[in-house]
């Protein structure tokens, strides 16, 4: 079972990057961006040495944002997952704890 780690990712990368170093254990990274939001991701993805991918998501949009926090809990179902909330935007802190909170 891989140890995968998503992260909303929003203007503050410190929180990012911290959650991602202090979770040792992650094979993976998804990192939840909005079309603002990805370079940030990248920039954060080029100091770090793991596997990832970038999951675009509409940082309003509830029915979008729901819609991806599931498709992406079905596509972890058998895998180890942590997920960062701290930063991004409020919907996707709601919705993904929403989400996540009994996988």
């Known amino acids: 079972m891989n140890k995968i780690h998503i992260t909303l990712v929003g ?3 410190l ?3 911290l959650g991602i170093v ?3 254990d992650c094979e993976k990274v998804i ?3 909005s079309e603002s939001s990805l370079e940030e991701a990248q920039t954060i993805q080029k100091t770090l040495d793991k ?3 970038f999951t675009l998501c509409s940082p309003t949009d509830l029915s979008q944002i729901k819609d991806t ?3 992406l809990r079905k596509e ?3 895998h180890d997952v942590t997920i960062n909330i701290t930063s991004g935007t409020k ?3 709601l919705i993904f704890h929403q989400c996540f909170l009994d996988h």
Do not use: F, K, M
């Open 15 to 17: 929180p990012v990057y």
């Open 22 to 24: 202090n979770d040792l």
């Open 51 to 53: 596997e990832c991918s």
């Open 69 to 71: 926090a599931l498709r």
């Open 76 to 78: 972890t179902e058998n």
């Open 11 to 13: 203007g503050q990368p």
């Open 91 to 93: 919907p996707w802190s």
């Open 31 to 33: 990192y939840i961006h």
